[in-house]
């Protein structure tokens, strides 16, 4: 196993799509995603995952069982598995972040370029993994 090493910040400011899959463990996935000025995430619980955001660009709200808590660059946030959560962008620039989830979320190698597009068919992981 080769595991997964790369400049993550570079990575993550350049990054356009909504949802971008990087890399897919056993028990740890690793996502990009951008949000437009005034997007969010939708408001969502994972019962049985824990979820680690860091914040690279932008300025947002994240919202954790109703407290609401102000990120920007360099923030770093962690939603425990049950907490009713979400994240919006409340700036004028792309909110540029990646997140973690343990375990998996999402198909592995997934990329979702707009919300709407990850709305529309949301595929939860098959155990797959990146390798």
Request: net charge negative; charged share 30%; aromatic share 8%.
């Amino acid at each position: 196993m080769k595991g997964y090493c790369d400049n993550i910040e570079k990575l993550t400011v350049a990054n356009d799509d909504f949802r971008h899959v990087l890399y897919t463990g056993h028990n740890l996935q690793l996502v990009l995603m951008t949000l437009k000025p005034g997007e969010e995430i939708g408001e969502e619980v994972h019962e049985d995952r824990d979820q680690f955001f860091r914040f690279e660009q932008g300025t947002g709200v994240v919202v954790i069982d109703g407290a609401e808590n102000r990120v920007e660059e360099d923030f770093g946030v962690i939603v425990p598995a049950g907490a009713r959560h979400n994240v919006r962008n409340i700036g004028d620039e792309p909110l540029r972040l990646y997140t973690i989830y343990g375990p998996p979320e999402h198909l592995d190698g997934l990329v979702k370029k707009t919300k709407a597009e990850a709305e529309a068919a949301h595929e939860e992981w098959d155990g797959k993994t990146t390798e």
